[in-house]
């Protein structure tokens, strides 16, 4: 199974196939606090204008532990069955000449998303910093995004498989977009799309990270790298400068932000 395959095979179908159930799902749990309750984030300002956040993933170091597959789902606090990072297998050759290669794949971050382009309801902002983001409170859930990106990035929430309200997890806030996000309470909801937002939550107040993303701190094989593709002399810039790399799917030319080391 090549990756094309496997982009079908685990996020493409399994995602779109749900969109029926949305409609059931109406007043299911996905509780968004208050706004005055909601502490001034950083995260959803314009960003550090000087930076353009991006990801390097070396292929010869990944070993397919899925860490930072983890390491996403318990940062963002992502429901059930959801990832933002999945590791996707490439599998080419024929046996006994079989190579495989895993590809973690957050969001691109794309420089002309083509997820942004295609939402209705202008939900989807990209900041001049590189991120791009849904906003959980804009969103219509028309679905658009989800068969418009070319990596199946984005996630339909159809509140399926969601745990009971009394259940701890349910219960614990995700910090995306720099707010803290409940799926239960009277003001719940469900019915739109999510995806990566490189942990924009992790900014300071100018727009820089005090820490990596998640998947990058928790990475086993020390795989992934974030940080400013701004930099010339930075840690992202000088892999680039000395490694074979590659972005997945540029023949849809939407400028990824993530590169892969070969
Ligand atoms: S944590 Fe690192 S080594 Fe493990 S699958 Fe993810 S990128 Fe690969
Ligand atoms: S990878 Fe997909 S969801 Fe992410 S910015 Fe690009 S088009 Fe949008
Ligand atoms: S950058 Fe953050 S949100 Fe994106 S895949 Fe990594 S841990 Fe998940």
């Known amino acids: 199974m090549n990756y094309e395959e496997e982009i079908e095979r685990r996020e493409w179908l399994s995602q779109v196939g749900k969109l029926a159930a949305a409609a059931a799902v109406a007043g299911a749990a996905w509780e968004i606090v208050p706004a ?5 984030t950083p995260a959803l300002g314009p960003g550090n204008p000087k930076r353009k956040w991006g990801m390097v993933i ?12 983890a ?9 059930p069955g959801m990832k933002y990072n999945p590791v996707l297998v490439e599998e080419t050759g024929k046996y006994p000449a079989v190579k495989m290669r895993w590809f973690p794949r957050p969001c691109m971050h794309c420089a002309d998303p083509a997820c942004l382009k295609s939402c209705p309801v202008n939900a989807i902002v990209k900041r001049p910093d590189n991120i791009v983001f849904i906003d959980y409170d804009q969103c219509e859930g028309k679905q658009k995004c989800v068969t418009a990106c ?13 745990y009971p309200e009394d ?11 720099g707010k803290k996000w409940y799926r239960v309470g009277d003001d719940a909801r ?10 924009m939550h992790r900014q300071d107040a100018n727009g820089d990270y005090t820490e990596p993303t998640a998947c990058a701190q928790t990475c086993t094989g020390k795989a992934i790298h974030f940080g400013d593709l ?3 002399e930075g840690e992202l810039q000088t892999l680039l400068r000395t490694r074979k790399s590659m972005r997945l799917k540029e023949e849809a030319g939407t400028g990824p932000s993530v590169y892969y080391l070969l």
């Open 36 to 40: 005055g309750a909601q502490a001034a």
């Open 58 to 69: 070396d292929l010869q170091r990944c070993v397919r532990c899925e860490a930072c597959t």
């Open 71 to 79: 390491a996403c789902k318990a940062e963002n606090k992502t429901p």
């Open 150 to 162: 070319p990596y199946g990035v984005p996630i339909f929430d159809a509140a399926d498989n969601y």
């Open 167 to 177: 259940n701890p997890v349910s219960q614990m806030p995700s910090p995306e977009l």
């Open 190 to 199: 469900a019915g739109f799309s999510r995806k990566c937002t490189f942990c």
């Open 230 to 232: 701004n930099d010339p």
